[in-house]
């Protein structure tokens, strides 16, 4: 049996227990903030121990999962080393790696051990009420060790994600936050931007739009404190991305009646999103 | 009984044979340009009359349904305009109006009627083999009646799309042009840009891509001749959306790190997309 403590209640923390009692082989205390999330959690019976008290959430936890806004991550990191077991493992749900592993990994130093997660199986919809046991499955969990992370450590958190469904993948933070701009920071901005430009354009447009509009611009529905405080984490590489994205638009403004180079363009591109590999679960 | 003849056997084509069908009162004839898909239309029971004979589909039709790629329309309306029954009304289902309303109108004015439409309800997938009666549930069938339209002959093409399960709407050819180059030609146009943009910074990166990406860019899948020929027919149109869309990046680069303009921003682009209404059925 594996002490799992999770430290917030939200559509990730919810999925995580869901997931693992679907695994089985974990015993799952969740702390919540608020009294009312410790209640629905209770109804819910996700979790043999719900509390908002965090010491009788992790003191005996094998495996601690923040799953928090990175905004709060340190502040609930400092309370919670003191009280945990030694050889406890730490891992976290956050979207920017490079700042989080280098803060927690500190404060987590001393007597037990932080590795650093990014389960990519996020939704447009927050909160527990959107938790699912489905959640990770086939999604990537990024795992992202760095120099000093403990080898055991990563081992331990590469098979707990593993378990709750996860292709797990490794990357050092820095390269993790490079990519994620890429696929996942730039993209949600781009969603927000076509929104916004639409609307400022022609909002009687959004009466036409179609199933290609619907699924281009899903993400823009995310939680916006959340996104806010993701680009601002990840502000240099976003915005390498999206330099990149104006000289690229650039450059197709002119092939627009050029049928062969557009057709090799689009061919490219086709070629390029045929190929890639997702997870079967849909993002119900 | 309403004698329906449907010009091109590909997934527009095929899935309104199939919705026809389903909803019932209709005969149903399909030409095809190859024999194969003739056998094919055969085997799968979705005509009263398959044939690559123009004469045969179209000699008795009430309704005339070109589903042809925009290059071919003007030369098959030709060799169908004097086959046609007096007082026939014949529609297209391109994904551009003002071009092609002007050139089948005059080619369609003699005896019969022509009414432009343009039913949003593609698929990354194309093909008779993606063809299905539910294609049209719920999605956008756009008809672009001009000042010369016979009014009596958009009724009836707008019944006809409603009965096919579409949520019809009406513009103008013109107003078309603009609408659909602002949610959907250049949304097409930038799923590509980005797949191409990560492709070319950090191909490793798409292993790392998630739900979010995979609907992102989903629309990058379609068939790269009918795009390079959407976005040729209205490049003045998607032109103006890419000029727009740089000069939004430009401005949100510097929002990147100021929380509460970002924050402002993200939230106008999810109450916005949390507005739209969208079809039920899926891409699937």
Redesign the interface.
């Known amino acids: 049996m594996t002490r799992l403590a999770i430290i917030g209640p939200g559509l990730l923390g919810g999925s995580i227990a869901l997931a693992a009692r679907r695994a089985g082989g974990f015993h799952v205390a969740v702390w919540a903030r608020r009294a009312e999330a410790v209640t629905e959690l209770e109804q819910r019976a996700l979790a043999e121990v719900a509390s908002t008290d965090l010491a009788a959430v992790v003191q005996e936890a094998d495996i601690v999962v923040l799953a928090v806004p990175i905004g709060v991550m340190a502040s609930l990191a400092r309370q919670i080393a003191p009280l945990l077991p030694a050889e406890a493992v730490v891992t976290d749900v956050g979207s920017i790696k490079a700042p989080v592993v280098e803060t927690l990994s500190g404060i987590f130093a001393q007597r037990t051990h932080f590795v650093g997660s990014h389960p990519?199986?996020?939704?447009e919809k927050a909160g527990l009420e959107a938790a699912r046991a489905g959640l990770f499955d086939g999604?990537?969990c990024?795992v992202t060790p760095d120099s000093q992370t403990d080898a055991a450590a990563v081992v331990t958190i590469h098979n707990f994600w593993q378990t709750l469904g996860g292709r797990v993948?490794e990357?050092s933070p820095a390269a993790h936050d490079?990519?994620?701009a890429?696929?996942?920071h730039f993209?949600?901005?781009?969603?927000?931007?076509?929104?916004?430009?639409?609307?400022?354009?022609?909002a009687?447009?959004?009466?036409?739009?179609?199933?290609?509009?619907?699924?281009?611009?899903?993400?823009?529905?995310?939680?916006?404190?959340m996104?806010?405080?993701i680009?601002?984490n990840n502000?240099t590489a976003?915005?390498a991305?999206?330099?990149?994205?104006?000289e690229?638009?650039?450059e197709?403004?002119t092939l627009?009646?050029h049928?062969a180079s557009?057709?090799a363009?689009?061919?490219?591109?086709?070629t390029?999103?045929?190929?890639?590999r997702?997870?079967k679960?849909?993002?119900a």
């Not at 990519?120 to 939704?123: D, K």
């Not at 009466?207 to 529905?221: I, K, L, M, Q, Y």
């Not at 991305?241 to 104006?246: F, G, H, Y």
């Open positions: 990519m199986a996020g939704s999604a990537p990024i993948l990357l490079e990519i994620v890429l696929v996942s993209p949600h901005l781009l969603a927000a931007v076509l929104v916004n430009l639409v609307a400022e354009k022609n009687a447009a959004f009466e036409f739009a179609g199933p290609g509009f619907r699924d281009t611009t899903r993400v823009a529905s995310g939680p916006p404190e996104w806010t405080e680009l601002r502000h976003v915005r991305s999206v330099e990149a994205m104006i690229k638009l650039r197709i403004a627009l009646d049928d557009m057709n363009f689009l061919t490219q591109a086709k390029q999103r045929d190929q890639l997702f997870p679960s849909s993002h």
